[in-house]
């Protein structure tokens, strides 16, 4: 039988998974999103072209990939009528193949209102959040009470909707929110109809059977690693499971078909928002580092935190997802600085020096540890794997030394033609 590969990211998101999972859909028969909702923001870059996807897999693009969106995802009907209309001057024949799980979680309006409610409520303790009713949908699955998109099927669908609508504007009468909820529900189940128009169906058969008939199969994870409810920098977390465990859960996949994992990482770090960001330059080589590498959030538009690449961080990732292959991003980017750090290990409050990822990150301040690297100070747009700067390949070997993970791909710009795929060595 043939197994589900998992493409995910290391660290707090915005890696450059949309790019990645792009390239590779070639050669894959499916593409499967298994987490997350509109929060992520996926970004593909072709023929002169930006795209970027909220909901919709990354395998889109290819017209022999059939695009899977999971249980595990939260699913935003306005949002994804609004995707659908803007791919469709691409001639992709997206009724052919794409398809929703009907298990999969349904966004309400309210649930985006009470996001804005409870962000706001938090003053100085913002988490960060999009503000697309990600956690307050995930709250409702949890409690039992969510709808699914297979509810919309049903005849009694309006009902079900004006129930928990109705327990949520009873919440948001404590909150300073206003808003025009008949024409939020105008939009809401004028996008519930053209959803019905789409293959909605029962997933994990789907995927299960596809995996019986030797299909190849790749699952797209969100966010990043290090922003998992279970695992992440808690509570500066999305509100799902990031790491391949989640390609269980959110597809219906048991444990025993996971091949590859695929864990893509930045040359160095970002982060979205608040909390915990040991490596953070907060100085002139944060900035230079943050336009060079338009570090602009991709569904918030929020400028993100910077600084220098984190092993320890990276470690614990590999650790719990059980990584097999490294693809590193924008490595382009470092190519404006003489000296590039990598921080090898991290100095606790008391003294004490580790490459282990503390439990308490938030409150207790964490020095890095750095090791400085010669830049390589050339653009690398049109390099190809023969003629890397030698100090770009000292770079790429150390990581892969430090992490024991090969690093089998290389990003060195945004468009799909701008990729190194390297030799698969052993470390």
């Given at each position: ?10 660290q ?18 499916v ?8 929060n992520?923001g ?13 909901q ?17 995802v939260?699913?935003d ?23 929703i ?7 309400i ?9 409870f ?24 409690g ?19 129930k ?10 404590n ?25 909605l ?30 695992f992440?920098?808690y ?6 499971n ?10 219906g ?20 928002g ?17 336009k060079?590498?338009?570090?602009f ?18 470690k ?16 382009d ?15 606790l ?8 990822l ?19 100070s ?12 030698v ?37």
């Amino acid at each position: 039988m043939a197994k589900v590969d998992v493409l995910l990211g290391l660290q707090w998101g915005d890696e450059g998974k949309g790019k990645i999972v792009d390239v590779l859909a070639p050669k894959y028969d499916v593409v499967a999103r298994f987490q997350g909702g509109p929060n992520a923001g996926h970004t593909l870059e072709f023929e002169g072209i930006k795209h970027v996807l909220h909901q919709i897999p990354s395998g889109i693009f290819r017209e022999r990939t059939k695009n899977i969106i999971g249980n595990g995802v939260v699913l935003d009907p306005v949002i994804f009528k609004k995707e659908i209309e803007s791919l469709s001057k691409f001639n992709i024949n997206l009724r052919a193949n794409l398809f929703i799980s009907k298990k999969a979680t349904l966004i309400i309006p309210s649930h985006r209102l009470l996001d804005q409610a409870f962000e706001a409520a938090k003053g100085e303790n913002k988490i960060g959040s999009t503000l697309k009713g990600i956690g307050p949908s995930y709250q409702d699955k949890i409690g039992r009470q969510g709808l699914r998109v297979g509810d919309i099927l049903s005849d009694n669908f309006n009902d079900k909707f004006n129930k928990l609508a109705e327990s949520h504007l009873a919440i948001l009468k404590n909150y300073p929110v206003t808003f025009n909820w008949p024409e939020l529900c105008e939009q809401f189940f004028d996008a519930v109809q053209f959803l019905r128009q789409f293959n909605l169906v029962e997933s994990e058969y789907m995927i299960n059977n596809e995996l019986k008939a030797g299909s190849t199969i790749l699952a797209e994870g969100a966010q990043g690693s290090l922003l998992d409810i279970d695992f992440g920098s808690y509570p500066f977390v999305t509100s799902s499971n990031t790491i391949a465990a989640g390609a269980c859960t959110g597809l219906g996949v048991a444990p025993k078909h996971i091949g590859e994992v695929y864990g893509i990482f930045k040359a160095y770090s970002t982060r979205v928002g608040s909390g915990p960001f040991p490596t953070e330059l907060l100085n002139e080589e944060g900035e230079r580092m943050r336009k060079e590498g338009n570090e602009f959030g991709s569904t918030t538009g929020r400028p993100r935190r910077c600084g220098w690449i984190d092993i320890p961080a990276l470690k614990y990732s590999i650790m719990i997802n059980g990584v097999t292959r490294l693809l590193m991003m924008k490595a382009d980017v470092l190519s404006i600085f003489p000296t590039i750090k990598v921080c090898v290990k991290y100095q606790l409050k008391d003294g004490t020096i580790t490459d282990m990822l503390p439990y308490e990150l938030v409150h207790d301040k964490i020095l890095p540890v750095y090791q400085e690297f010669k830049g390589w100070s050339v653009p690398l747009t049109h390099k190809t794997g023969d003629s890397l700067p030698v100090e770009l390949e000292n770079y790429i070997q150390f990581i892969e030394q430090e992490l024991n993970v090969p690093i089998t791909l290389v990003s060195t710009g945004p468009d799909r033609l701008q990729t190194i795929f390297r030799k698969e060595v052993a470390v």
